[in-house]
């Protein structure tokens, strides 16, 4: 099913996003909550003037995006908004002149990977990011994304 036609995605300041918490769920649930707290970017998808989605987003140093979430509220799943999200993040991060995107996800989540793959994603790891970024600044990298055991870390160059 594709995404319904009255979508809107938008900023959500820090300090209107209460609301958006009931969209999240899952295992890392206390880690959302306080990225979604915490981080510099975050995008709603609204419909009819309410959240139904949301995308999570931090610029890093060197020209590195992280996507840290996109959650959809269960009623509006398979719809296409978590791929409007998704695009949306990467038109962001082209503007600011980011050349490369990382996302992480949970390891058996094929739908999740599923996703990212459709928009140019691929499994990397800790090894093949040291060879561009250095062991050091991969390290913070990994540290500023909460990768956690688990977690498949994915990867998209930025042309």
Same mark, same amino acid.
């Given at each position: 099913?594709?995404?319904?036609?009255?979508? &809107?995605?938008?900023?959500?300041?820090?300090?209107?996003?209460?609301?958006?918490?009931?969209?999240?769920?899952?295992?890392?649930? *206390?880690?959302?909550?306080?990225?979604?707290?915490?981080? /510099?970017?975050?995008?709603?998808? &609204?419909?009819?003037? !309410?959240?139904?989605?949301?995308? *999570?987003? !931090?610029? &890093?140093?060197?020209?590195?995006?992280?996507?840290?979430?996109?959650?959809?509220?269960?009623?509006?799943?398979?719809?296409?908004?978590?791929? #409007?999200?998704?695009?949306?993040? #990467?038109?962001?991060?082209?503007?600011?002149?980011?050349?490369?995107? =990382?996302?992480?996800?949970?390891?058996?989540?094929?739908?999740?990977? /599923? #996703? =990212?793959?459709?928009?140019? =994603?691929?499994?990397?790891?800790? /090894?093949?990011?040291? !060879?561009?970024? /250095?062991?050091?600044?991969?390290?913070? *990298?990994?540290?500023? *994304?909460?990768?956690?055991?688990?977690?498949?870390? #994915?990867?998209?160059?930025?042309?």
């Amino acid at each position: 099913m594709m995404a319904q036609d009255d979508i &809107m995605i938008v900023d959500v300041p820090a300090k209107k996003r209460r609301g958006l918490e009931r969209i999240l769920e899952g295992w890392y649930l *206390m880690h959302s909550k306080r990225t979604l707290r915490d981080v /510099g970017l975050v995008r709603a998808a &609204m419909s009819s003037g !309410k959240p139904v989605g949301l995308v *999570m987003l !931090k610029t &890093m140093e060197r020209n590195v995006g992280y996507v840290y979430y996109i959650a959809v509220a269960k009623a509006h799943r398979e719809k296409g908004i978590a791929k #409007l999200l998704l695009e949306d993040a #990467l038109r962001i991060f082209t503007a600011s002149s980011v050349e490369e995107v =990382f996302a992480s996800v949970e390891e058996d989540n094929a739908p999740s990977e /599923g #996703l =990212f793959a459709s928009e140019g =994603f691929t499994r990397t790891s800790f /090894g093949e990011v040291s !060879k561009k970024h /250095g062991k050091l600044h991969t390290l913070n *990298m990994y540290n500023a *994304m909460r990768v956690v055991p688990g977690e498949v870390l #994915l990867r998209k160059e930025i042309t």
